[in-house]
C-alpha cells in the first residue's frame, strides 16, 4: 500500500504536472478570451472558469478539456505536496517555503470566491435608497402577502425550483403557510410578451390575450429577460388561476386567494444587505470638449442601525461595510440631454475572502525578499572574498 501512495504523492507533487497544468491553464485563459466574441463574458466564465471539465469545439471537432476550477484545484494540491510537504526544509529554502504558503494562500482565497461569493448590483436615483441588491443573472419567483400595517410576508421560490421546467410539464412550489399550490412551467431564459393577433403566432399558451414569445438568448446575460407560465391551484376547491410572469412587468400578477390579496412576481435573485445605502448625488466629470466620462462617482449615506455616515464611492474607492464590497459599477442613461435626471449602478459583492489575495501577496513578498536576500547577501560575501 505504501509504495502506491508513495507513487501518487510523487505524480502530484512533481514539477512537470506543475508545469502542465499552468499551461493548462494559459489555454484556458486564451480560449475563453477568444469565446467571449460569440458567448458573452457569463456564459465564458461559467463553461471555462467555473467548471470541473468541459467540451471546446474547434470548428466541428470536439475537445475535452479540463476546467479552470479542477486545473486550480489539482495546482493547489501540486503546490502543497511539492512546494510544502516535500520541499527541503532548512534556512536554504526558508523563503522559498513562505513564497509557496503565500500562492496557496491565493489559490484558497480563488476556490473560496469561487464556492461562496455572491455577486450583484444596486441601482438608484438620487434621492432613493435601498436595503437589497439584485443578481445580474440569476431569478426567483415571490409571492407576497399583505398583512396590513404596511408589513408584507413573502414566500420566494429560487431559480433552481424551476429552472428545468422549460416544457408543459410543470415545477411544483407549494409551502405549507400558502393556501395554494404554485405551478411554474414554459421557463424561457430571454422571452418577451406579445399580444395575441394576426400579427403574431403564438408558439406558447395565451392567456388573457397575450403569451411569451422566446428569444435567442444575449450574449450578456444580465441583458436577458426571463419569463414562465404560473398557476396557482387552491388546496381547498382545486380552483386554477392562470397567468404569465414576466421579468420586466413593471406591475405584480395579484390573485385573490382565501378572502386575501397576492402578489406574483418574476425578478432578479435579491440579498439583503446589512445596512441601507442612499444615493445623494451622483458626480460625472467628463474629459475636456469631448462627451465622454473620466471619471464618476456617488455620494451615498450609509445606515447601520442607528448611525448613518457619508461615503463617496468611486471608481477605485469601494465601500466596504457588513461583509459586502460596494463597487462604482456604471450609470445613465447613456445619452441622457443635459439635466436629466442620472442613476448610478453599485457593483455589490458578499466575499468571505475578499482580503485574502492581501495577505497572500504580504506573504509572498515576505518570502521572496527572505530568499533573493540571501542570494545577495551570498553574492556579497563571495565578491568580497575574491577582492
Given at each position: 500500500?505504501?509504495?502506491v501512495?508513495?507513487?501518487?504523492?510523487k505524480?502530484?507533487?512533481?514539477?512537470?504536472?506543475s508545469?502542465?497544468?499552468?499551461?493548462?491553464?494559459?489555454?484556458?485563459?486564451?480560449?475563453?478570451?477568444?469565446?467571449?466574441?460569440h458567448?458573452?463574458?457569463?456564459?465564458v466564465?461559467?463553461?471555462?472558469f467555473?467548471?470541473?471539465?468541459?467540451?471546446?469545439?474547434?470548428?466541428s471537432?470536439?475537445?475535452?478539456?479540463?476546467?479552470?476550477?479542477?486545473v486550480?484545484?489539482?495546482?493547489?494540491?501540486n503546490?502543497l505536496?511539492?512546494?510544502?510537504v516535500?520541499?527541503?526544509?532548512g534556512?536554504a529554502t526558508a523563503?522559498?517555503?513562505v513564497?509557496?504558503?503565500?500562492?496557496?494562500?491565493?489559490?484558497?482565497?480563488?476556490?473560496?470566491?469561487?464556492?461562496?461569493?455572491?455577486?450583484?448590483?444596486?441601482t438608484?436615483?438620487e434621492?432613493?435608497?435601498?436595503?437589497?441588491?439584485?443578481?445580474?443573472q440569476?431569478?426567483?419567483v415571490?409571492?407576497?402577502e399583505d398583512?396590513?400595517?404596511?408589513?408584507v410576508?413573502?414566500?420566494?421560490?429560487?431559480e433552481?425550483?424551476?429552472q428545468?421546467?422549460?416544457?408543459?410539464?410543470?415545477?411544483?412550489?407549494a409551502?405549507a403557510?400558502?393556501?395554494?399550490?404554485v405551478?411554474?412551467g414554459?421557463?424561457?431564459?430571454?422571452?418577451?410578451?406579445?399580444?395575441?393577433?394576426?400579427?403574431f403566432?403564438?408558439?406558447t399558451p395565451?392567456?388573457?390575450?397575450?403569451?411569451?414569445?422566446?428569444?435567442?438568448?444575449?450574449?450578456?446575460?444580465?441583458?436577458?429577460?426571463?419569463?414562465?407560465?404560473?398557476?396557482?391551484v387552491?388546496?381547498?376547491g382545486g380552483?386554477?388561476?392562470?397567468?404569465?410572469l414576466?421579468?420586466?412587468?413593471a406591475?405584480p400578477?395579484?390573485?385573490e386567494?382565501?378572502?386575501?390579496r397576492?402578489?406574483?412576481?418574476?425578478r432578479?435573485?435579491?440579498?439583503?444587505?446589512p445596512?441601507?445605502?442612499?444615493?445623494g448625488?451622483?458626480?460625472?466629470?467628463d474629459?475636456?470638449?469631448?462627451?465622454?466620462?473620466?471619471?464618476?462617482?456617488?455620494?451615498?449615506s450609509?445606515?447601520?442601525?442607528?448611525?448613518t455616515?457619508?461615503?463617496?464611492?468611486?471608481?477605485?474607492?469601494?465601500?466596504?461595510?457588513?461583509?459586502?464590497?460596494?463597487?462604482q459599477s456604471?450609470?445613465g442613461?447613456?445619452d441622457?440631454?443635459?439635466?436629466t435626471?442620472?442613476?448610478?449602478?453599485?457593483?455589490v459583492?458578499?466575499n468571505?475572502?475578499?482580503?485574502?489575495p492581501?495577505?497572500?501577496?504580504?506573504?509572498?513578498?515576505i518570502?521572496?525578499?527572505?530568499?533573493?536576500?540571501?542570494?545577495l547577501a551570498?553574492?556579497?560575501r563571495s565578491?568580497a572574498?575574491?577582492s
Amino acid at each position: 500500500m505504501k509504495p502506491v501512495l508513495d507513487a501518487i504523492v510523487k505524480v502530484f507533487s512533481s514539477l512537470w504536472l506543475s508545469v502542465t497544468l499552468l499551461v493548462f491553464l494559459a489555454l484556458l485563459t486564451w480560449l475563453g478570451t477568444l469565446e467571449q466574441v460569440h458567448t458573452g463574458l457569463y456564459e465564458v466564465q461559467r463553461k471555462y472558469f467555473d467548471s470541473l471539465f468541459l467540451v471546446h469545439q474547434a470548428g466541428s471537432v470536439p475537445i475535452p478539456l479540463p476546467g479552470a476550477r479542477l486545473v486550480m484545484i489539482v495546482l493547489f494540491v501540486n503546490l502543497l505536496l511539492g512546494g510544502i510537504v516535500r520541499l527541503r526544509k532548512g534556512w536554504a529554502t526558508a523563503g522559498v517555503l513562505v513564497t509557496h504558503i503565500g500562492i496557496v494562500m491565493l489559490l484558497v482565497a480563488g476556490l473560496v470566491k469561487a464556492w461562496y461569493a455572491v455577486e450583484g448590483h444596486v441601482t438608484l436615483y438620487e434621492g432613493e435608497k435601498a436595503n437589497t441588491f439584485e443578481s445580474y443573472q440569476r431569478w426567483e419567483v415571490a409571492i407576497a402577502e399583505d398583512l396590513g400595517g404596511g408589513r408584507v410576508r413573502e414566500f420566494v421560490a429560487q431559480e433552481e425550483a424551476f429552472q428545468d421546467a422549460t416544457g408543459a410539464a410543470p415545477a411544483s412550489f407549494a409551502p405549507a403557510a400558502l393556501p395554494f399550490e404554485v405551478q411554474l412551467g414554459r421557463f424561457q431564459k430571454n422571452c418577451r410578451v406579445l399580444p395575441n393577433g394576426p400579427m403574431f403566432e403564438a408558439p406558447t399558451p395565451v392567456i388573457d390575450g397575450a403569451f411569451l414569445q422566446p428569444a435567442p438568448a444575449d450574449t450578456q446575460v444580465e441583458q436577458n429577460v426571463a419569463g414562465l407560465y404560473a398557476t396557482l391551484v387552491e388546496k381547498q376547491g382545486g380552483a386554477r388561476h392562470e397567468g404569465i410572469l414576466w421579468g420586466r412587468e413593471a406591475q405584480p400578477w395579484t390573485v385573490e386567494v382565501g378572502g386575501k390579496r397576492w402578489a406574483v412576481e418574476l425578478r432578479r435573485e435579491r440579498h439583503p444587505m446589512p445596512f441601507t445605502i442612499a444615493l445623494g448625488d451622483f458626480v460625472k466629470e467628463d474629459h475636456p470638449r469631448i462627451d465622454m466620462p473620466k471619471s464618476f462617482s456617488s455620494d451615498v449615506s450609509v445606515t447601520e442601525g442607528a448611525s448613518t455616515r457619508p461615503v463617496r464611492i468611486s471608481m477605485n474607492e469601494p465601500l466596504r461595510a457588513g461583509g459586502l464590497v460596494v463597487y462604482q459599477s456604471s450609470w445613465g442613461p447613456a445619452d441622457a440631454p443635459p439635466g436629466t435626471p442620472l442613476f448610478s449602478t453599485l457593483a455589490v459583492v458578499a466575499n468571505p475572502a475578499d482580503q485574502y489575495p492581501l495577505y497572500a501577496c504580504i506573504v509572498i513578498a515576505i518570502g521572496l525578499s527572505m530568499h533573493f536576500s540571501r542570494k545577495l547577501a551570498r553574492h556579497v560575501r563571495s565578491e568580497a572574498k575574491k577582492s
